[in-house]
């Protein structure tokens, strides 16, 4: 079993920036793809980034590319989601999220992750 752990949440004003981040326990956290995906008020919840196992490959999602970067500490058994030239439509609550068998293909898919953590609210402010 694995338990991640999100920190790092606030309230920021538009243009601002934030860093995530999401510890989790245990001794396999190198063998997971690990996801950001965040769920405003009302709405689904949306695929942020994934990270692969190694850190070698990322993905975004249109919304975010080029504002948002996504890295990984094996050592440290941590990910990270830096959140820059944030905008009020980024306000949602975030979730980490991690599995060990999440084809490329599907890795924008929650349904595919296996663990989540409880989330942690991000706040833009105009």
């Known amino acids: 079993q694995v338990q991640l752990v999100e920190s790092g949440g606030g309230l920021v004003q538009d243009g601002g920036s934030l860093r995530l981040s999401c510890a989790a326990s245990?001794?396999?956290?190198?063998?997971?793809?690990m996801g950001w995906f965040r769920q405003a008020p009302g709405k689904e919840r949306d695929f942020v980034a994934s990270?692969?196992?190694?850190?070698?490959?990322?993905y975004y999602a249109d919304s975010v590319a080029g504002r948002f970067t996504i890295s990984r500490d094996n050592a440290k058994n941590t990910v990270y989601l830096q959140m820059d030239s944030l905008k009020p439509e980024d306000t949602a609550v975030y979730y980490c999220?991690?599995?060990?068998?999440?084809?490329?293909?599907?890795?924008?898919?929650?349904?595919?992750?296996?663990?989540w953590g409880q989330g942690t609210q991000v706040t833009v402010s105009s």
């Open positions: 999220a991690g599995g060990n068998a999440v084809p490329e293909l599907y890795n924008g898919v929650p349904a595919r992750y296996d663990y």
């Open positions: 245990g001794r396999t956290f190198s063998t997971y793809r």
């Open positions: 990270i692969s196992r190694t850190g070698a490959h990322t």
